[in-house]
Nanobody, 121 residues
Framework: QVQLVESGGGLVQAGGSLRLSCAAS????????MGWFRQAAGKEREFVAG????????YYADSVKGRFTISRDNAKNTVYLQMNSLKPEDTAVYYC??????????????WGQGTQVTVSS
């Protein structure tokens, strides 16, 4: 069983940056593909970014491409989401997720509790 704990959310002005972290425990982190999802109030959960187990391949939703960067440190059992040029429409609860296997496309097996990101205009 994998446990995931996100951190780094908060309130930021439009154009600003935040870095989310997700610490994993209870499994072999390097064998999991990892992803970040977000859910804004009243909207469906969106797959924002994914990274394969080795970090050699990544995926970004069109809505964040060129602004967000996903990365991982397998030695620290941690995945990151660097978010730059934030917009008010990026406001959401951000979730870290893990899945067994190589590639990052959903569905995912394990989820964190989420961290709130609020971007003010």
């Amino acid at each position: 069983q994998v446990q995931l704990v996100e951190s780094g959310g908060g309130l930021v002005q439009a154009g600003g940056s935040l870095r989310l972290s997700c610490a994993a425990s209870g499994g072999t982190f390097s064998s999991y593909a990892m992803g970040w999802f977000r859910q804004a109030a009243g909207k469906e959960r969106e797959f924002v970014a994914g990274i394969m187990w080795s970090g050699g391949s990544t995926y970004y939703a069109d809505s964040v491409k060129g602004r967000f960067t996903i990365s991982r440190d397998n030695a620290k059992n941690t995945v990151y989401l660097q978010m730059n040029s934030l917009k008010p429409e990026d406001t959401a609860v951000y979730y870290c997720a893990a899945k067994a296997g190589t590639y990052y496309f959903p569905p995912y097996d394990y989820w964190g509790q989420g961290t709130q990101v609020t971007v003010s205009s």
